[in-house]
T-cell receptor, first 115, second 110 residues
Framework: KAGVTQTPRYLIKTRGQQVTLSCSPI?????VSWYQQTPGQGLQFLFEYFSETQRNKGNFPGRFSGRQFSNSRSEMNVSTLELGDSALYLC??????????????FGPGTRLTVL | GQQLNQSPQSMFIQEGEDVSMNCTSS?????WLWYKQDPGEGPVLLIA?????ELTSNGRLTAQFGITRKDSFLNISASIPSDVGIYFC??????????FGTGTRLQVFP
């Protein structure tokens, strides 16, 4: 079974631009979560989508948004990029069948650099 | 953001030695997970724990879900060079939101 895939793997943008990242979950997985990883803050939860609805949200500004499609694929968007948005953005998927006991499997991440 | 307390922060050991790292929380967790991350890659799940007191092994790796539900440890026996990487604990409270530890960087010398 193919794992979680994320595109693109690397991205360079300038301040003020916007960016869209894509995540395809493991086949059959219905939940997709997004995380930001930086050296200073570690791994921080952004949001989680299940059945095309945002189910959980972390403490990030409104510039960070996401959506999920009917095939469970998810996109994350960051508008008005700031230098501090440079990070590895990770997507994780899970079956989401049981109540909050599903294991999350991570993709390889998208490395975003903001200049 | 919230993070779990993970220790030690880094370890430098000789090949063949055993390794132990742990994670603590101020609140009760429903699940504990241990991941390993290689540079430029996403975390890879090593062991998942779902019940207090649960002890689970995966090859040379053993992890336990603390009885108080506020801690977990990971042991690696007879370390080898490919064990090098950053190990993260992670847990969930009442939602699917994963809270991560600060990571333990492991370096293995031949």
């Amino acid at each position: 079974k193919a794992g979680v895939t994320q595109t693109p793997r690397y991205l360079i943008k300038t301040r003020g631009q916007q960016v869209t990242l894509s995540c395809s979950p493991i086949s059959g997985h219905r939940s997709v979560s997004w995380y930001q990883q930086t050296p200073g803050q570690g791994l921080q939860f952004l949001f989680e989508y299940f059945s095309e609805t945002q189910r959980n949200k972390g403490n990030f500004p409104g510039r960070f948004s996401g959506r999920q499609f009917s095939n469970s694929r998810s996109e994350m968007n960051v508008s008005t990029l700031e230098l501090g948005d440079s990070a590895l953005y990770l997507c994780a998927s899970s079956l989401a069948v049981a109540d909050y006991t599903d294991t999350q499997y991570f993709g390889p991440g998208t490395r975003l650099t903001v200049l | 953001g919230q993070q779990l307390n993970q220790s030690p922060q880094s370890m430098f050991i000789q090949e063949g030695e055993d390794v132990s790292m742990n994670c603590t929380s101020s609140s009760i967790f429903n699940t504990w997970l241990w991941y390993k991350q290689d540079p430029g890659e996403g975390p890879v799940l090593l062991i998942a724990l779902y019940k207090a007191g649960e002890l689970t092994s995966n090859g040379r790796l053993t992890a336990q879900f603390g009885i108080t539900r506020k801690d977990s440890f990971l042991n690696i026996s007879a370390s080898i060079p490919s064990d090098v990487g950053i190990y993260f604990c992670a847990g969930t409270e009442s939602t699917d939101k994963l809270i991560f530890g600060t990571g333990t960087r492991l370096q293995v010398f031949p």
